[in-house]
């Protein structure tokens, strides 16, 4: 993530969250870093830095092995000869269960202030082996957003159907994915509402203050379908009905313009996706949608 006076915060990690501020204004040299711990694995951060204000958001991402659970099968291509062959992973499952909103109010002075908000959870919905079937819900974060009040947006879905495979969501009807928005202060408190039986989202804030939601739908790693819906920046419960857009296929990531990551504030949404995993992965699609 960059902020305006062209600092660049990076951070990821499974066993803990590192990372590290690089300083435009000093030949972009090491200004801070360091790391947070995690009592289990958490993956996938959305990253945030305003202000000298940082935020992250993740979800759980680490393996239960157990041979009461399922494994898979998985292609592989060998990078030297080119041929494809057939690898059996070991029984385990991996629980995503909750999402996780990081917030540390200054960074460069406090760098181990570091404050956690649970922002989904579907623990409850956990049934581990050896009492259980090792079935359960998913969640999962989809993006994180600073709109130009000073609120943060932090997007998430969940869905409850029990699922005993070694991804949940492989074995989960898409119809009872449901899609979040949070919006608060930095650090909290949020205002939670549901978007509507959707997977993953997009927000974009254009010059004229609304907020655009670009609305996934399907599988992950294969989208369905994508949809559009818009509302006022601070009337959050009022958005307009969701629309369909063409993406040309199935799709899997989808970006768009934030200014997190060095993007500008526009009149419209600029995003671009590529082709769904075991489909045409390596094709890259742009679109632009015009606010009218």
Request: proline share 6%; charged share 25%.
């Amino acid at each position: 993530a960059i902020d305006n006076d062209d600092r660049i915060l990076v951070g990821g990690g499974l066993e803990q969250l590192s990372w590290y501020v690089l300083d435009g204004a000093d030949n972009f040299a090491c200004a801070a870093r360091g790391e947070l711990r995690h009592d289990r694995q958490r993956g996938y951060h959305f990253v945030l830095f305003n202000d000298g204000q940082a935020h992250t958001l993740c979800s759980d991402d680490y393996f239960l092995p157990g041979d009461d659970y399922p494994n898979q099968q998985v292609r592989l291509r060998d990078p030297a000869t080119g041929v494809e062959k057939t690898v059996e992973t070991p029984c385990g499952i991996y629980p995503v269960l909750r999402v996780y909103y990081y917030h540390n109010p200054d960074l460069l002075t406090r760098p181990d202030d570091w404050r956690m908000t649970m922002i989904g959870d579907v623990a409850d919905s956990f049934r581990p082996a050896p009492a259980g079937d090792g079935a359960r819900g998913t969640s999962d974060q989809q993006d994180l957003y600073l709109d130009r009040q000073g609120q943060v947006h932090l997007l998430y879905y969940e869905n409850r159907q029990p699922s005993r495979e070694v991804w949940a969501g492989t074995g989960q009807d898409v119809a009872n994915s449901r899609l979040y928005h949070a919006v608060g202060p930095p650090g909290g408190p949020f205002e939670h509402r549901c978007l509507g039986a959707f997977n993953g989202g997009r927000l974009v804030q254009t010059r004229d203050g609304r907020c655009h939601y670009l609305l996934t739908r399907g599988r992950r790693s294969a989208a369905e379908s994508l949809w559009y819906c818009v509302g006022e920046a601070g009337d959050w419960a009022r958005l307009s009905e969701p629309v369909p857009l063409d993406t040309g296929g199935p799709f899997w990531h989808l970006f768009v313009n934030a200014p997190r990551f060095g993007g500008h504030v526009e009149d419209g949404v600029d995003a671009y996706w590529h082709g769904p995993l075991g489909g045409d992965s390596n094709l890259v699609r742009y679109g632009q949608l015009t606010a009218g």
